[in-house]
């Protein structure tokens, strides 16, 4: 090295202030690695610069506080949150947006915005094609990068423990799997747009009363096999930059404060390199830091900004060493590197709605479960002349869930706020995506005379139903961020409606638009039923795209649906009534026994099973075959037996392992078959589906001996057995 460059060199490292956007910046040559590009721009870091990209603000008012008392910070937009940059360096601000669903606009801060509203991830997890998740992520993360956000606070993928939880309807359901590949697909679909994302709430956001003060317990060996086992496959297909922390403790420690959690499990067993942001309001102390904690977002709805100057003296004061805080800036560069926020940044453009309304559409009527169909009352007869649609509003919409993913759709929507209490009350609005139900049928069906009534008198109601050929009963429960319904049931007397309309009509189908299951107690007197979820902007169009038979129905649930909450491993809703912000717990006694998993575990027979969906076609499995190696290696063909195309999600379960009987899912796979059509499924199984972990030698166990699996078509529904040896193992995450 000649003497100029050493000279150079060393300046560099010994006074990084000196660096300015002047000289020769490496980090910007993109043909660098993202780790050594991060390294590179860390070493001309400033501690302060350092300090100022560890946290920030909500860039939002404060719920009541005037949006002219509430500046925006320099630089930043109105949304869910900002990170300042550090411009002399070219590094560039985070510019934080909500979420999995679509991009969000909360409170309306960005007048007139609007973006494409995906049908609920609930939805998106009953379609089984991770060709959709990734479509939905890469359609969020394109609309984010055109609105001017780089970061997509998406990935939600918590487990259903409880479906009286407030935010299952922004997750994937109960199964690891299932929920771990779709999420990871997701979350590549919209890295790939150059967006970061997320994945969260991690973890064990399982229910919403008192999130703030919860702490869930659990068997640490269990979580591993569930909810983190679903994270840990999400972050290794979808590598994203960003992992949220969640707002619950688990086992003593908060998330965002959980050193078993953060520096254990995330960054040191499973070698996660990108950062942990908290969740809004999340953050309990500066010392957070040192047990994993990367940065704090959302600070002004923490007690105190701590990772401002709390973080900076506890630094001067060698409470937190300086190479914490470096890992931690580290991190968010080489997220941000990796993910190609420098070479293609956000720039505010128009977007394609009508093209994004297509994936919107076809992923909620690939989300659709078709329930019942008795007597093959659906599709619906060409001829049919006279049709009831009742309640649910569905002259205006259709419904969706609440909180901080909640859209504000491209093609219309009536908003109502409901008011009620608690932190986050000003969220509260039940929103109805046009176009209605109602006016998607009469354009399918313009032969036929569709005529609505609102469900208020069941009277009323029953005898439109008893002069109709068809009552079509759209009913739905408001359920959000921050709060679990308290029961499992249809609230505003929707019960009641359903039985008087099935008393005076018996071709009456009922469409659910709720973002769980519930109990329905008049299954037996209704002839169809369809769980629509909360399907989006698009959802009216797919309902009846289903019910007319244009599309033929694929999806399959993505959680069991109970008979009654006496099945329930928790038969009451855990601390309901209780005072927001005191302490609460939950015990998840059932362990890595989720949804199915318990239902199998306990004999008892749900409802509808996870995995359950009807088609309007039939198929077969032939040739079900296990070989043992490695792994379990799965072959089998699927056989289109009926008289149309139409999509089958056969599911391969583990039934049995030399430790006993069990029942995981361990392979799935979407198939689109024409009539008649024929096609060879190989599945290799992840090994951590059919291993239990060992925390107390932080591996996985495999045991010698038989492995028994079988094919279905739902966790209860199981077709052909076969069985293979494996040899002894134990492997570790990484
Ligand atoms: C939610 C997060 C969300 C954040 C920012 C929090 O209340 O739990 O999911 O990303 O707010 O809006």
Same mark, same amino acid.
């Given at each position: 090295?000649?003497?100029f460059?050493?000279?150079?060199l060393c #300046?560099?490292?010994v006074?990084?202030?000196?660096l ?8 910007l ?10 390294l ?7 501690l ?15 719920a ?5 008392l509430s500046p925006l910070?320099?630089g930043?937009?109105?949304s ?9 360096l ?12 679509g @991009? ?10 609007v973006?494409?509203?995906m049908p609920?991830?609930?939805a ?9 998740a ?12 055109a609105?001017?956000f780089n ?5 939600g993928m918590?487990?259903t423990?409880?479906p ?19 999420a990871?697909?997701?979350?590549r679909g ?6 970061i ?6 973890a ?8 703030n ?5 659990i ?6 096999e569930?909810?983190?086992?679903a994270?840990q ?8 930059g960003?992992?949220?922390?969640a ?18 499990v995330?960054?040191?067993?499973w ?34 900004v ?6 900076a003296?506890? @630094?001067?004061?060698h ?24 070479e ?11 093209a ?11 989300? #659709? ?7 093959t ?15 649910g ?6 419904f ?15 908003r109502?706020?409901?008011?009620g209490?608690?932190?986050m ?26 005529l ?14 008893a002069?109709?050929?068809v009552?079509?009963v759209?009913?739905?429960?408001h ?21 008087a309309?099935?008393?005076?009509n018996?071709h009456?189908?009922?469409v ?19 769980a ?13 795209d ?7 129905p ?10 009654s909450e ?6 009451k809703?855990?601390?309901?009534g209780i005072?927001? &912000?005191?302490? #609460? ?18 004999g ?6 996870f995995?359950?969906?009807?088609s309007?076609?039939?198929?077969a ?5 296990i ?10 063909e699927?056989?289109n037996?009926?008289?149309r ?10 039934t049995?392992?030399?430790m ?8 799935f796979?979407?198939?689109e078959?024409?009539?008649?059509e024929?096609?060879?499924i190989?599945?290799?199984v ?20 038989t492995?028994?699996a ?8 199981? &077709?052909?057995r076969?069985?293979a040896?494996?040899k002894?193992?134990?492997?570790a995450d990484?």
């Open positions: 090295m000649n003497r460059r050493l000279m150079a #300046v560099l490292l006074a990084p202030g000196l300015t956007a002047g000289t020769a910046q490496p980090w040559d993109a043909t660098r690695t993202p780790e050594s590009r991060a590179l721009v860390l070493k001309a870091m400033t302060d610069e350092k300090l100022a990209m560890l946290h920030g603000p909500m860039a939002l008012p404060l009541g506080v005037p949006i002219e910070p320099a930043a937009r109105w869910a949150g900002f990170i300042p940059g550090v411009p002399r070219a590094l560039p601000p985070l510019l934080e947006t909500d979420a999995s669903l @991009v969000t606009n909360p409170l309306g801060i960005r007048p007139g915005d973006a494409t509203a609920a991830t609930l998106l997890a009953a379609t089984f094609s991770p060709e959709l990734y479509q939905s992520g890469a359609t969020i993360g394109s609309e984010a990068h609105k001017g970061v997509l606070l998406g990935g918590d487990l423990r409880d009286r939880a407030g935010r299952n309807f922004e997750y994937f359901g109960e199964d690891p799997l299932l929920a771990g590949v779709m990871g697909e997701a979350i919209t890295q790939d747009q150059h967006v994302s997320t994945a969260k709430h991690f064990l956001n399982a229910n919403e009363t008192n999130r003060s919860l702490d869930a317990r068997d640490p060996a269990a979580l591993r569930s909810d983190l086992l994270f496959i999400a972050i290794e297909r979808g590598h994203p960003s992992v949220m922390c707002y619950n403790k688990i086992n003593g420690d908060y998330s965002c404060a959980n050193p078993w959690l953060l520096n254990g995330l960054k040191k067993d070698g996660y390199p990108g950062w942990v942001m908290s969740d809004w309001g999340a953050v309990h102390s500066e010392l957070d830091a040192l047990q994993g904690l990367d940065q704090e977002s959302g600070e002004q709805l923490d007690s105190r701590f990772f401002a100057q709390p973080l003296q506890a @630094v001067a004061a409470r937190i060493p300086q190479t914490r805080i470096d890992d931690m800036v580290y991190r968010i560069l080489r997220a941000e590197f990796s993910t190609g926020l420098i293609d940044p956000p720039a505010v453009r128009q977007i394609d709605y009508a994004h309304a297509h994936i919107a559409l076809a992923v909620a009527q690939a989300g #659709v479960v078709v329930l019942k169909n008795a007597s009352i659906l599709p619906l007869r060409a001829d049919i002349r006279r049709i009831a649609v009742i309640g509003q569905a002259q205006v919409g259709v969706s869930g609440g909180g901080s993913s909640q859209v504000t759709p491209s093609n219309g929507a009536i109502v706020p409901i008011g209490n608690g932190g009350s000003h969220y509260r609005d039940a929103l109805y995506f046009a176009p209605s139900p109602v006016i998607a049928l009469r354009k399918a069906l313009p032969v036929a005379s569709v609505y009534d609102s469900g208020a008198f069941p009277e009323d109601a029953a005898a439109l139903a002069k109709s050929d009552a079509l759209f009913v739905t429960r359920e959000m961020e921050g709060y679990d319904v308290p029961n499992l049931r249809l609230p505003q007397g929707q019960d009641v409606l359903v039985d309309v099935a008393a005076a018996p009456t189908i009922v659910l638009e709720t973002g769980n299951p519930i109990e329905m107690p008049w299954l037996p007197k209704i002839a169809g039923l369809l629509a979820w909360y399907p989006g902007q698009e959802g009216a169009q797919a309902i009846t289903i019910l007319t038979g244009k599309v033929n694929s999806g399959r649930l993505p959680m069991s649906f109970p008979e006496s099945q329930l491993p928790r038969t809703l855990p601390n309901f005072a927001e &912000g005191v302490a #609460v717990s939950v015990d998840y006694t059932e362990g890595a026994d989720v949804g199915y998993r318990w239902y199998a575990r306990r008892i027979r749900p409802l509808f099973s995995g359950f969906g009807l309007y076609t039939t198929f499995y032939e040739h079900f075959k070989e043992g190696a490695d792994t379990l290696k799965i072959s089998f699927v056989i037996t009926g008289t195309a139409g999509a089958d999600v056969p599911q391969v379960y583990l049995a392992t030399p006993g009987s069990d029942l995981r899912l361990i392979g796979s979407r198939v078959l024409q009539a008649g024929r096609r060879w190989r599945l290799s992840d090994r951590r589906l059919l291993a239990r972990y060992d925390e107390v030698k932080h591996l996985w166990r495999l045991p010698a001996g492995f028994a079988q094919l279905g078509t739902s966790a209860t529904q199981l &077709g052909a076969q069985s040896t494996l002894r193992v134990t492997f990484k």
